[in-house]
C-alpha cells in the first residue's frame, strides 16, 4: 500500500513558477508511473503529466505542454513537476497518483490509478 505524499504547493502569480514534489517514506516508487492530476474548484480531475518508471517517456496535457515538466529522482524516490509561466487556470489542488503499467493514454484513465495522495494546493492569484 503506497503512501503518497505531495509537497511544494503555494499562493504564486500569473507567470510565475513551483514546483511540486510526490514522494513515499516508505515504499520505492521506481517501479510505478506515476501522474500529476489537478482539480479546479466545481471541475473533474484532470490529467496533467505522467512519467513511466524508467522516466524515459511522459506525456502532458495539451493545457501545460511546454510549460510543466515531469521528472523523477530514483535515488531520493521523488517524481516532480515544475510548473512555470503559470497561469490563473492552473489553480487546483494537484494529486500524484501511481499506477503499476504504463501506456500513452493513461492520462484518461483515472480509475486505474489505485494509490492517490492527499492533495495539495496550488492558486494562480495576482
Known amino acids: 500500500q503506497l503512501q503518497l505524499v505531495e509537497s511544494g504547493g503555494g499562493l504564486v502569480q500569473p507567470g510565475g513558477s513551483l514546483r511540486l514534489s510526490c514522494t513515499d517514506s516508505r515504499t520505492s516508487l521506481n517501479y510505478y508511473s506515476i501522474a500529476w492530476f489537478r482539480q479546479a474548484p466545481g471541475k473533474e480531475h484532470e490529467g496533467v503529466a505522467c512519467i513511466d518508471p524508467a522516466g524515459g517517456s511522459t506525456i502532458y496535457a495539451g493545457s501545460v505542454q511546454g510549460r510543466f515538466t515531469i521528472s523523477r529522482d530514483d535515488a531520493t524516490n521523488t517524481i516532480q513537476l515544475q510548473m512555470n509561466d503559470l497561469k490563473f487556470e492552473d489553480t487546483g489542488v494537484y494529486y500524484c497518483?501511481?499506477?503499476?503499467?504504463?501506456?500513452?493514454?493513461?492520462?484518461?484513465?483515472?480509475?486505474?490509478?489505485?494509490?492517490w495522495g492527499p492533495g495539495i494546493q496550488v492558486t494562480v492569484s495576482s
Open positions: 497518483a501511481a499506477a503499476r503499467y504504463y501506456s500513452g493514454d493513461l492520462l484518461n484513465r483515472r480509475n486505474h490509478f489505485p494509490s
